[in-house]
């Protein structure tokens, strides 16, 4: 599959706030796989931390939110984050680095999907968690 635009895969979300550069795999309501260069030129990277810069967790996890969304395979159709289930940081991304997000359905109530999330940097895992997303 040649690499898709997020925001023609229905990713709602405008910059500053697309954490998703390019989606990978796509089977709609089933999975995505999305990844975003990192390149140290973010403005977060200033004040997270001086000296010492890291992805923040919190941008890690709304990437992996992002890339549910994308897997929820419905285009026009908006979701929101309605919870993280839980979310673990296994490894420090740095600048520079190309993170490749999976998102896989694991669940669903009503218009309540829960996905998977992993992150990992050159196949190694460094962060994964279960997110719901609301359809609305």
């Known amino acids: 599959m040649e690499p898709l635009d997020p925001i023609e895969c229905g990713l709602p979300h405008r910059e500053p706030f697309v954490f998703i550069d390019q989606v990978v795999t796509l089977e709609p309501g089933r ?3 999305c990844t975003k260069h990192f390149t140290g030129a973010e403005p977060f990277f200033r004040g997270h ?6 992805v923040p967790g ?7 939110a992002q890339t549910a969304g994308i897997a929820a395979g419905e285009p026009g159709k908006v979701y929101h984050l309605s919870a993280i289930r839980q979310m673990k940081f296994l490894r420090p991304v740095l ?5 490749e997000f999976t998102a896989a359905g694991s669940g669903a109530m009503g218009a309540l999907l829960q996905f998977a999330v992993t992150a990992r940097v ?13 359809a609305v």
Do not use: D, H, R, Y
């Not at 931390?49 to 890291?54: A, R």
């Not at 600048?95 to 993170?99: A, E, Q, T």
């Not at 196949?123 to 609301?134: R, T």
């Open 49 to 54: 931390f001086p000296g010492n810069p890291l």
């Open 122 to 134: 050159e196949g190694e895992l460094v962060a994964e968690g279960v997110v719901i997303l609301n």
């Open 58 to 64: 919190v941008i890690l996890t709304e990437a992996a």
């Open 95 to 99: 600048p520079g680095s190309v993170v």
């Open 31 to 33: 999975l995505a796989v």
